[in-house]
């Protein structure tokens, strides 16, 4: 599977394209089902203190929720299955020209009442060695629309930095026009592919129920190879850095 030369076209421009029922409703199910038996923490994998969790806050009251594995591949057959799948990886290798290397994924749960995330990049600006290549598919598991907080991206800024500041992640939402928003409201099945620069964000999940997602990020092979296992050692070092001192005993990576 690739991109057909108008999607190519539109992704050049915008920095984002959008791909409908990509996945059967059967594949959908078995991936819900399989994430869903993750939810049952028999083990205390869901922990505040696990390396692979994130957790955001309730828009309204503050309360910490569970929303995220980073990464799941290794907990999650199905998922990894997917980040393989030649429908995805054709897509992105039509995109390089050259074949695609796995380089992140995380699967957002986003429940009811989830914060959403503010404007950013995805490529941090400063994080040396951080391929310039990195591209996401989105995956949509549950449909997705402004009401639960899908995700927002902003058209033709993909080929820059919006900031030079080092350690500049998040950034005003000033710094885009608001003209240039795209609501990626998504069915299940459906795939959106973005930019490491696009800038994009999402609004609290107002909705009564879940807002699944799978994000699969991906760079070039010409642009550094095969990088995942240590992407990941970095980034949990790093996130092992913003805990307090007290803390850094009951840190665990399952």
Known sequence: MSLSSSDKAIFERDGFVTLRSVFSAAEIADLV???????????????????????????????????????????APRCEQMTRDRRIVGLIESIYGEPACLFKEKFIFKPAGATGYKLH???????????????????AIDPSSP??????????????FLSNEPETYMLPDEMVDNSRRTFLALEPGDVAIFHGLTPHRSEPNRSDRMRRSFYISYNAASDGGDQRAAHYADFHQRMRGRRPAEEQSLVFFR
Request: proline residues 5%; charged residues 20%.
């Open 121 to 139: 990049q995805d490529i941090p600006f400063g994080w040396v060695g951080f391929p310039r290549t990195f591209l996401t598919v989105l995956v």
């Open 147 to 160: 009401e639960n907080g899908c995700t927002e991206v902003f058209s033709g800024y993909h080929r820059s």
């Open 33 to 75: 089902a399989e994430t869903d038996a993750l939810l049952v923490d028999s083990d205390s994998r869901i922990s505040q203190f696990n390396l692979r969790c994130r957790y955001m806050p309730h828009w309204q009251s503050g309360e910490m929720l569970f929303e995220v594995f980073d990464p799941i591949n290794e907990i």
